[in-house]
């Protein structure tokens, strides 16, 4: 796992949230690096086999992308390249406030 990288999507996850919350919580896990919890406290980097509403899987790259702005989230989806278990509302939540 790389804490850099992790620790850089707790940073960009916060920036984009901008103090605001989400009802639920999102997972991301991030192929080969960790994963990264998001819920009404923000984000931050999630413990092995921590739970939430909805988990969404992708590789570094994809992740840095959506996060960057130049891949929105429901494209990455519809394309292949985020994968989803678990709500569909809370990832659908999560994917406007990131985008």
């Known amino acids: ?48 086999g921590e739970a939430a509403d909805v988990t969404m899987t992708a590789d570094s790259e994809t992740f840095q992308e959506i996060l960057s702005g130049d891949l929105n989230p429901t494209a990455a989806f519809m394309s292949g390249r985020l994968k989803l278990d678990g709500d569909m509302g809370t990832a659908m939540k999560l994917g406007g406030v990131l985008s």
Do not use: P, Q
Request: hydrophobic share 50%; aromatic share 2%; no cysteine.
């Open 1 to 48: 796992m790389s804490n850099a990288m992790i620790e850089a999507a707790v940073s960009a996850i916060a920036e984009k949230l901008g103090g605001a919350s989400i009802d639920g919580s999102a997972k991301f896990e991030i192929e080969g690096e960790g994963a990264v919890i998001v819920d009404g406290a923000g984000g931050r980097a999630a413990d092995d």
